[in-house]
């Protein structure tokens, strides 16, 4: 594997696609799945400015089967044709399952796999480095995202990233943390930028690209993929207020109401993604259970946030 190529691939919008499934009984849509990924790609999504996250957490991993979530990722990746890199999501509580998800993702094309530290179980750094390691050995030509996901598992350390960054398919490192006068975001983004392609999970755009980070996490490109695409122009063109005030009139008006729905209805992730996807006309579903499905209840809410953000093509209610 071309480490510096991969690395330059992961570069851009990095864009999570929910995985569709059809009513009512929940079972994997790949046709719709794929028709999400044309309206990104037809709408200036490329290799330039955007990755394909496949069976991450808004495309339901968690409660999708072994063989659900490789027919997703071959789904992506098929209809991505080459012309957006396509990750995999892997997480998982089983190394034995990791490396298998690992070889699956490289035989269907993927060029990367997401890993983040086994939940449930309070696992240790070295728990971890572990782990990965068998990853990058069961796929040496895949590139590996590691994923910070400090508030379900152990979180990744300063000197964890030092020892991870040794291993030749690590290349990408999907970065949040816990605020604190430490400054550890802007340490590790700092520092590890030119090793590293680092995703900002954080949505502090302006500050990370100034410090070197050259990806970022954009669950808007699911309804909006113009916006995503200009933020990519403005980092690249270095307007850092530009970005900062886009992620406050269009982002925050979003991510608000996904946390008013976090603390007062349901849990999980993707499904104000896809009820942003179908006001605007694309085919969309629920999030599997225990996910609770939000289509009715906050229909109309998110319709005003979108016409308000200046979403295009919004349907009239």
């Given at each position: 594997?071309?480490?510096?190529?991969?690395?330059?691939?992961?570069?851009?919008?990095?864009?999570?696609?929910?995985?569709?499934?059809?009513?009512?009984?929940?079972?994997?849509?790949?046709?719709?799945?794929?028709?999400?990924?044309?309206?990104?790609?037809?709408?200036?999504?490329?290799?330039?400015?955007?990755?394909?996250?496949?069976?991450?957490?808004?495309?339901?991993?968690?409660?999708?089967?072994?063989?659900?979530?490789?027919?997703?990722?071959?789904?992506?990746?098929?209809?991505?044709?080459?012309?957006?890199?396509?990750?995999?999501?892997?997480?998982?509580?089983?190394?034995?399952?990791?490396?298998?998800?690992?070889?699956?993702?490289?035989?269907?094309?993927?060029?990367?796999?997401?890993?983040?530290?086994?939940?449930?179980?309070?696992?240790?750094?070295?728990?971890?480095?572990?782990?990965?390691?068998?990853?990058?050995?069961?796929?040496?030509?895949?590139?590996?995202?590691?994923?910070n996901t400090y508030w379900t598992s152990a979180a990744v350390s300063f000197g964890l990233v030092e020892?991870?960054?040794?291993?030749?398919?690590?290349?990408?490192?999907?970065?949040?943390?816990?605020?604190?006068?430490?400054?550890?975001?802007?340490?590790?983004?700092?520092?590890?930028?030119?090793?590293?392609?680092?995703?900002?999970?954080?949505?502090?755009?302006?500050?990370?690209?100034?410090?070197?980070?050259?990806?970022?996490?954009?669950?808007?490109?699911?309804?909006?993929?113009?916006?995503?695409?200009?933020?990519?122009?403005?980092?690249?063109?270095?307007?850092?207020?530009?970005?900062?005030?886009?992620?406050?009139?269009?982002?925050?008006?979003?991510?608000?109401?996904?946390?008013?729905?976090?603390?007062?209805?349901?849990?999980?992730?993707?499904?104000?993604?896809?009820?942003?996807?179908?006001?605007?006309?694309?085919?969309?579903?629920?999030?599997?259970?225990?996910?609770?499905?939000?289509?009715?209840?906050?229909?109309?809410?998110?319709?005003?946030?979108?016409?308000?953000?200046?979403?295009?093509?919004?349907?009239?209610?």
């Amino acid at each position: 594997m071309d480490r510096n190529r991969a690395k330059q691939r992961l570069e851009g919008c990095y864009i999570t696609v929910p995985t569709m499934f059809r009513d009512p009984d929940l079972e994997v849509d790949p046709g719709a799945t794929r028709q999400a990924v044309r309206f990104l790609i037809e709408r200036g999504i490329n290799a330039d400015n955007g990755t394909l996250l496949a069976g991450g957490a808004a495309g339901d991993f968690s409660t999708m089967t072994f063989d659900e979530r490789v027919a997703v990722v071959g789904a992506v990746v098929e209809e991505a044709a080459g012309r957006v890199p396509v990750a995999m999501g892997a997480q998982t509580t089983s190394t034995r399952e990791l490396t298998r998800l690992a070889r699956a993702a490289e035989q269907a094309g993927a060029e990367f796999i997401q890993v983040s530290c086994p939940f449930y179980f309070q696992h240790t750094e070295e728990d971890f480095y572990a782990y990965v390691v068998k990853a990058a050995e069961a796929a040496p030509d895949i590139g590996i995202i590691v994923y910070n996901t400090y508030w379900t598992s152990a979180a990744v350390s300063f000197g964890l990233v030092e020892r991870l960054v040794e291993i030749p398919n690590v290349v990408g490192l999907k970065w949040a943390c816990p605020r604190t006068d430490a400054m550890e975001f802007e340490d590790v983004v700092s520092t590890f930028a030119g090793e590293l392609t680092i995703i900002d999970n954080h949505l502090m755009f302006a500050q990370s690209a100034m410090l070197g980070a050259t990806a970022f996490e954009v669950h808007l490109c699911n309804y909006w993929p113009e916006w995503g695409a200009d933020l990519i122009a403005n980092v690249k063109a270095q307007r850092w207020k530009e970005i900062q005030l886009s992620l406050v009139r269009e982002a925050m008006p979003f991510y608000k109401l996904w946390v008013e729905i976090e603390k007062t209805f349901t849990s999980g992730d993707g499904y104000l993604d896809k009820l942003c996807m179908e006001l605007i006309g694309l085919p969309s579903s629920r999030c599997r259970p225990p996910t609770r499905d939000i289509r009715e209840g906050y229909r109309e809410r998110c319709r005003q946030m979108m016409i308000a953000t200046g979403v295009p093509g919004v349907i009239p209610a």
